[in-house]
């Protein structure tokens, strides 16, 4: 009975402390009504990443402002709450959320027997990430995952009954794909379906991938000067994943989407020919800098050699994805240079020319296109037809910049340019719209699948 009574209290504590404060503009966009059959009514479970705070950084017509959050006892999801509610008090265009928590052991079993929305929100702790969507699915419920949606080859095949699962139960499973929404590399995408400015995607090989995407991070990240604090399990591959499984995710999802854009790809499609994987090296002053924590936890022990922390952060796969070589790394560094931050380079080798990302100091660590290695035609013959197709596309005032005598760039207005946290909001109104369908594009399921395969693979073959 105590335990009971006290589980009772914690939730009238939070929406006392998060309130329901919001606008008269906001709580007017919201127009549902509990009768409403569109209404999507969310459950986060276990957010342990701040990307699970990042979904409600808005409001959504569509969605009831009550959220329910089903989660163990920690700080993880106290720092979820007073993310929600940072939002809900922020004086320009404020939420109106109204969490509701139930902490416990059996979050996950309470969550599946009270079942109050028909939304789970993952974002979190990675290690059982396959048992939640699969036991979620089986009941009724929809899936709206961060990513990685799986970390190790053993549970691919629970990954492929949950999509078929959700198939016959009529819901969606979706993983929350931010990096589709970046304007350059929106328009890396567009301009290589240009055969006039790109040509066609060559082949590549496997020394000279035809497409390559290098991700960097760090694990110090400064916020209002202070640290962003991280949570210790974060540094435990166990629970959050490799590198290679992780952020590569994003990378794969790239090369499918810019590659082979609607197509409906297969793992039989995929070819892993190489792959390695290495550690960041973290010292115990530097992981209390990042998690507020004295001393290495005891689950951390196995990763501990001469009193430092090796983490598996770091991974690179070299594949074949449809007879095109791709080459997807990604690299954790424990802090970025002065002025720096996390960036991303994007390659893709076109028989007309190469289209760039970078996003190094010389950009001012902003992600910035090039069109590089111009062949069969004189740049400023081609600086006229990359200026014809750049008008065909909807973003207003691009503007070409000579580099040198080889090379051109696309300065892009900053009213394109969305930030990260931003992404989230559009990610999730996208899903909104194939909930109110019913149904995801026929080639986003297996793109999943496929991408999912390739990753799980590459870690698979990195260990060999």
Known sequence: MKRSILLLIIPALILASCGTGGSKKQSENIELTMENLDQVRLMTVDPGHF????????????????????????????????????????????????????????????????????????????????????????????????????????????????????????????????????????????????????????????????????????????????????????????????????????????VQWECFPEQILSPSDVNVVSAKRWPTVISKEEFKAVTNIEEFPDFLQKDIKDSKLYVYANGEIVYQIKGVWAKVSVTWNYQPPIGGGDTHFSMMHGTKCDLVIKQGADEKFKPTLYVENVKGATLKDFTITLRNALTSLPYDSLIIEPVGKTALKINVLNKYRVSHEEHFGQVTARFLEYMKEGKLPEWEVPGMITKYYTTTSGLKKARE
Request: charged residues 25%.
């Open 51 to 254: 990307h699970a705070a990042l979904v409600q950084r808005i409001m959504y017509g569509q969605v009831d402002p009550e959220v329910h959050v089903y989660a163990p006892e920690g700080p993880d999801y106290v720092m979820h709450l007073n993310r929600i509610k940072s939002f809900n008090e922020r004086s320009v265009d404020p939420t109106s959320w109204n969490e509701i928590v139930y902490t416990g052991t059996d979050f996950f079993e309470k969550m599946l027997e009270d079942k109050p929305g028909n939304v789970v929100v993952l974002s979190g702790n990675n290690r059982k990430k396959a048992e939640y969507i699969t036991r979620s699915v089986n009941a009724g419920l929809n899936v709206f995952a961060d990513k990685p949606m799986i970390i190790s080859p053993e549970d691919f095949p629970k990954l492929e009954e949950a999509f078929k699962a959700a198939a016959e139960k009529g819901v969606l499973i979706y993983d929350i794909m931010t990096e589709r929404y970046e304007v350059t590399t929106i328009l890396q995408k567009l301009l290589s379906m240009k055969e006039d400015v790109f040509g066609k995607l060559t082949t590549g090989t496997q020394e000279e991938p035809a497409v390559t995407k290098i991700s960097v991070h760090h694990f110090l990240k400064l916020v209002a000067g202070a640290p962003n604090i991280r949570p210790g399990w974060f540094f435990d591959v166990e629970q959050q994943g490799e590198g290679i499984v992780d952020v590569t995710t994003h990378l794969v999802d790239l």
